[in-house]
């Protein structure tokens, strides 16, 4: 990719642009298969209704052969240029921690982060609560992980 084609942070101009479009697509299907709607996805959560199952195994089909295929035809993304490759993280306690609190805080508010703002672009204004739990969680973790990070500089080994 040539200097005239990329942006100041080395990504195609088409980049951002696209990452809306693939936003608003994917809004707009969640507003359209109702996992919007804080009640069906506490249906989902109560096995009363099963229809997310359709809608992520959709999501997660198509992600996987996008996958396969990028990764066999391409060395590098389209967009960014970067090269393609498994980013591994080990199960320690905060992956374990960490889902379990995003596990609650999508049965008590009944939306996940995605939908929840498709679910204010449908009018559900009162769900900008969630939005700000969400933003007041991850302002909190970061808070913490930075202080204990600082606390704690022995948990650098020489090993690292």
Request: net charge neutral; aromatic share 10%.
């Amino acid at each position: 990719m040539s200097t005239t084609e990329s942006n100041a942070n080395g990504r195609h101009p088409l980049f951002m642009p696209l990452v809306v479009l693939g936003g608003l697509i994917q809004g707009f299907g969640l507003a359209y298969s109702g996992m919007a709607r804080p009640e069906v996805v506490l249906d989902f959560l109560q096995f009363d209704d099963l229809g997310l199952v359709l809608v992520m195994g959709g999501a997660a089909v198509v992600s996987g052969l996008t996958f396969f295929i990028a990764t066999r035809f391409l060395d590098r993304a389209p967009l960014t240029g970067d090269r393609y490759g498994r980013r591994l993280k080990s199960m320690d306690r905060n992956v374990a921690v960490g889902g379990v609190v995003f596990g609650v805080g999508w049965g008590v508010s009944g939306i996940c982060p995605g939908a929840a703002y498709a679910s204010v672009g449908i009018g559900n204004l009162p769900i900008l609560w969630a939005i700000a739990g969400m933003f007041v969680g991850a302002y909190a973790q970061g808070y913490w992980r930075s202080r204990s990070e600082t606390a704690s500089p022995e948990s650098v080994t020489a090993d690292d």
